[in-house]
């Protein structure tokens, strides 16, 4: 079986402009959690989604928003990037059917903000 | 609120020793503890898990133990190999939130 997919890998993008990032679940897979990764804070969640629901959300300003469509792909948006947001974006996916499972991680997108 | 304490934040150790990484959570309510290793230019990858109905759970040279009163959990790997070398890192969630809480990771070293 697959694992989660995401895409692009790497991004550079500049300050103000905005950007989406993909993620391709486990076949069978309903949730999609984002994670951010940097050196300084670590691995922080950002948000999860179950059935294109946002089902919970960590303490990120609104400028970071996702969805989720109906073959439970997601994606990820920053609007309005800053300097900070540089981090490798991670995303995992579950079964979703109950909370607390085990999640699995894509390889992650490395954005560079400049 | 919720956190997950990890140390060491390094350790060498020398190939065919063991290794120990120890964490506290603070959430009492956290029930599902998870273990990742992360190689460079990877995600996190899922090594072992633990449930806070079990005490012990063992898999190979990988073996995770749980204090659910002193909410304390290791990890514990024996004959380290050199593909042993990484980041781990320990965390903790619990069946009413989705979200998993990470300690900040160790970076583990085998020396040959």
């Known amino acids: 079986k697959a694992g989660v997919t995401q895409t692009p890998r790497y991004l550079i993008k500049t300050r103000g402009q905005q950007v989406t990032l993909s993620c391709s679940p486990i076949?069978?897979?309903?949730?999609v959690s984002w994670y951010q990764q940097t050196p300084g804070q670590g691995l922080q969640f950002l948000f999860e989604?179950?059935?294109?629901?946002?089902?919970n959300k960590g303490n990120f300003p609104g400028r970071f928003s996702g969805r989720q469509f109906s073959n439970s792909r997601s994606e990820m948006n920053v609007s309005t990037l800053e300097l900070g947001d540089s981090a490798l974006y991670l995303c995992?996916?579950?079964?979703?059917?109950?909370?607390?499972?085990?999640?699995?991680f894509g390889p992650g997108t490395r954005l560079l903000v400049l | 609120g919720e956190n997950v304490e990890q140390h060491p934040s390094t350790l060498s150790v020398q190939e065919g020793d063991s290794a120990v990484i120890k964490c506290t959570y603070s959430?009492?309510?956290?029930?599902?503890f998870p273990w990742y290793k992360q190689e460079l230019g990877k995600g996190p990858q899922l090594i072992i898990d633990?449930?806070?109905?079990?005490g012990e759970k063992k898999d190979q040279r990988i073996a995770v133990t749980l204090n659910k009163t002193a909410k304390h959990f290791s990890l514990h790997i024996t004959e380290t190999q050199p593909e042993d070398s990484a980041v781990y890192f320990c965390?903790?969630?619990?069946?009413?939130?989705?979200?998993?809480?990470f300690g900040s990771g160790t970076r583990l070293s085998i020396r040959p």
């Open positions: 995992a996916s579950s079964l979703g059917s109950e909370r607390g499972e085990t999640q699995y």
């Open positions: 076949s069978g897979h309903r949730s």
């Open positions: 989604y179950f059935s294109e629901t946002q089902r």
């Open positions: 959430d009492s309510a956290s029930n599902y």
């Open positions: 633990i449930r806070s109905n079990v």
């Open positions: 965390a903790a969630s619990k069946t009413s939130a989705s979200k998993i809480i």
